[in-house]
Nanobody, 115 residues
Framework: QVQLVESGGGLVQPGGSLRLSCAAS????????MGWFRQSPGKQRELVAH???????NYADSVKGRFTISRDNAKNTVYLQMDTLKPEDTAVYYC?????????WGQGTQVTVSS
């Protein structure tokens, strides 16, 4: 069983930045497709960004040019750098790892963008 632990969430003003981290309990970062999802009250969980085992990245249109996903295989950690944050980015952010039949989720970290 793989565990994913997110950190780095918090309260930030509009226009500010945060970096989320997702630490995996096993050496999966270079094998699994790692993703960040978010969910705000009353809305469905949505994909924010993902990075494949080969390093290809994909972003939701709403975050392109503002968010960057990256990984450190040696640290078994995936990051989400979030810049120019907007109030509509407020949500619980979840880390996800998927490979073939295996699919794991973290517990989520709250990001609140407000003045």
């Amino acid at each position: 069983q793989v565990q994913l632990v997110e950190s780095g969430g918090g309260l930030v003003q509009p226009g500010g930045s945060l970096r989320l981290s997702c630490a995996a309990s096993a050496s999966i970062i270079g094998v699994y497709t790692m993703g960040w999802f978010r969910q705000s009250p009353g809305k469905q969980r949505e994909l924010v960004a993902h990075i494949t085992s080969s390093g290809n990245t994909n972003y939701a249109d709403s975050v392109k040019g503002r968010f960057t996903i990256s990984r450190d295989n040696a640290k078994n950690t995936v990051y989400l750098q979030m810049d120019t944050l907007k109030p509509e980015d407020t949500a619980v952010y979840y880390c996800n790892a998927v490979h073939m039949i295996w699919n794991y989720w973290g517990q989520g970290t709250q990001v609140t963008v407000s003045s």
